[in-house]
């Protein structure tokens, strides 16, 4: 039998790659639902954490309705992704970790490939106040994803603004916005 090339080596590998990542893939999303059909979170996937617990992660599903978590958590939320978002005594990967409980998936990623911002060095002046109410209000049912409130934070210099969403029992980050000051 002939040698074999470095391209036919090449190629081979390719498709060796190849078939190990269809393989992976195919396998990961057999496991994203369980052989009764019930679809991840739901009754069978286990017990539901306390709303009172650490932000946990929550699958979107907008079929399901839920009662929007207490306003008070969400300040919480936004109090403690704040203060460690303008937290500069982090090294960039601990900065990253520690807000990224609090964050949205997508948020996170977002964040997480841009690295730290101008605003994560801003100073924190006061305790963050809400200045879009969620709808339907909290303690009423409402669906599992989508209400939302916004928050302004006092900081040092210019305006900080947070973006919190209700997630089944719990409120995750899903944006910030700094504007500078404006100078005349």
Not at 113 to 119: F, I, L, M, Y
Not at 146 to 172: I, S
Request: net charge negative.
């Amino acid at each position: 039998m002939p040698a074999d090339s470095a391209a036919e080596r090449v190629t081979r590998r390719q498709r060796i790659v190849a078939v190990v990542v269809v393989t992976l893939l195919v396998a990961l999303l057999a496991g994203c639902s369980d052989s009764d059909g019930d679809e991840p979170g739901g009754a069978n996937s286990g017990p539901t954490p306390a709303p009172s617990e650490s932000v946990p992660v929550v699958d979107h599903d907008d079929t399901h309705q839920s009662i929007v978590p207490p306003l008070r958590a969400a300040t919480d939320v936004v109090s403690k992704f704040s203060t460690l978002w303008v937290d500069t005594t982090l090294p960039e990967r601990q900065w990253w970790e520690s807000i990224e409980p609090y964050c949205e998936r997508g948020f996170a990623l977002r964040v997480r490939n841009a690295g730290r911002p101008e605003s994560a060095r801003l100073v924190i002046r006061g305790a963050p106040k809400v200045i879009v109410q969620p709808s339907p209000a909290p303690g009423k049912p409402g669906p599992e994803f989508g209400v939302r409130a916004v928050y302004q934070v006092p900081v040092d210099r210019g305006t900080f603004t947070v973006t919190v969403e209700a997630v089944g029992e719990a409120w995750l980050v899903f944006g910030v916005d700094y504007k500078k000051p404006v100078t005349t």
